[in-house]
């Protein structure tokens, strides 16, 4: 179990949440790999913009 929270652990660099200036939720910036994969899978730049 342990090994397997690491591995997640590695595909995720930083999340980000800030006030959404159009209501009163959270904006969610995901940074890493898996944010990278998951532009890719919804038509997006692949690579991270940090």
Do not use: Y
């Amino acid at each position: 179990m342990e090994e397997a929270k690491e591995t997640r652990r590695a595909f995720v660099d930083r999340i980000e949440l800030a006030p959404a200036p159009e209501s009163d939720g959270l904006t969610i910036d995901l940074h890493g790999a898996l944010a990278a994969l998951l532009r890719l899978a919804t038509g997006g730049e692949g690579t991270d913009a940090n």
